[in-house]
């Protein structure tokens, strides 16, 4: 083990790149550092390091004033009973975390603001259109946090934009996705909170019932992070609980024979989403023939539905919150 331990060292220290003193940092900092023998890192090499909470301090905007703002990133859904449940609960408790400070919402999803727009008249801002408005309106730092589940391609966008319009405020921080850290390097284990706080939801199980729940799946590399859910629900010991996608891997052709294995009879499926949408309504519950409910129907497995989203759970809506706060103890930290 140690010999496994001082290899790893030796390559990050080759690769300029160091753990830092997580001890003697804030949780929300907690990351890696480069290598102080490092002198004259890229902006690359320097990019390439920051993990976790990204924050910048724009050296040419040191003298403005503070002002500031709490800028809430979700995808986004058009079902307008859904969205007050779960989106908007969840910002109305980051606002009463931060009463005295501005907090805007702004939806990733393009789509979603069009048919918003069209069908209910009411305008929710892109993330860039929010920023330019908080610009405009002279607030000079931004803590930007994620209703993402996952550090995904949704989360990437949000990242790209800290990287577009960093340099437009005197200091912007991102925070990070629900699931970030996994215990790894003395850091919190991400996945493990989240299980706990998901499974408040749980019905009880017996020997013959499991809970299937269905993500979103993604083309990302950041799928992974399902195999590392489903082996934290293995490991806390809470029953027959599966995770599934619906665009990604493992699919629920992956856990239908696994139910069969285990002699399942009943299934709770129930999605693993901030919003009980589309996907839940209708891939998942819907009454169509190639809906997950009919699917399993048709495989024997008595199926019941749990359509809520993950913003409807209080132990879960919370989790989101500490991530609101962290981007914000980051905006805090180290400015005048």
């Not at 390439?48 to 809430?72: F, H, T």
């Not at 939801?201 to 399902?226: C, I, K, R, S, W």
């Amino acid at each position: 083990m140690k010999k496994k331990r001082w290899k790893k060292v030796v390559t990050m220290a080759v690769l300029g790149i160091s753990i830092g003193a997580v001890g003697a940092l804030p949780a929300s900092s907690a990351g890696y550092t480069l290598n102080r023998e490092v002198k004259n890192a890229t902006p690359a090499l320097r990019q390439a390091a920051q993990i976790g909470v990204r924050s910048y301090d724009n050296p040419a905007m040191q003298d403005a004033e503070n002002k500031d703002a709490i800028l809430v990133l979700s995808f986004g859904t058009t079902y307008a009973e859904n969205r007050a449940a779960t989106i908007d609960k969840t910002v109305a408790e980051i606002q009463a975390a931060h009463p005295d400070t501005k907090v805007v919402l702004a939806f990733t999803s393009h789509i979603i603001i069009d048919r918003i727009q069209q069908n209910e008249g009411l305008h929710i801002p892109t993330p860039e259109q929010a920023l330019e408005q908080l610009k405009n309106e002279g607030y000079t730092r931004v803590a930007v946090t994620t209703l993402n589940v996952i550090p995904g391609i949704e989360y990437d966008y949000n990242a790209a934009l800290f990287d577009m319009y960093k340099g437009q405020f005197k200091k912007m921080t991102l925070g990070t996705p629900v699931l970030y850290w996994m215990g790894q390097e003395n850091q919190r284990d991400d996945v493990a909170e989240f299980v706990q706080a998901i499974a408040t939801q749980f019905p009880p199980l017996d020997e013959t019932d499991a809970v299937l729940v269905m993500a979103h799946g993604t083309p990302h590399p950041a799928n992974a992070y399902y195999s590392v859910l489903q082996s934290c629900f293995d490991a806390a010991g809470l029953g027959n609980v599966f995770v599934y996608s619906v665009e990604g891997w493992p699919h629920l052709d992956t856990v239908i024979p696994m139910l069969k294995a285990k002699g399942i009879e009943h299934v709770t499926i129930m999605p693993m989403m901030v919003v009980a949408g589309d996907h839940a309504n209708n891939d998942m519950a819907g009454s169509e023939e190639d809906s997950h409910k009919s699917i399993l129907e048709r495989a024997g497995f008595a199926v019941t539905p749990y359509i809520h989203g993950l913003g409807e759970n209080e132990a879960v809506r919370q989790l989101f919150v500490q991530r609101a706060d962290e981007a914000w103890d980051a905006l805090e930290r180290h400015t005048k």
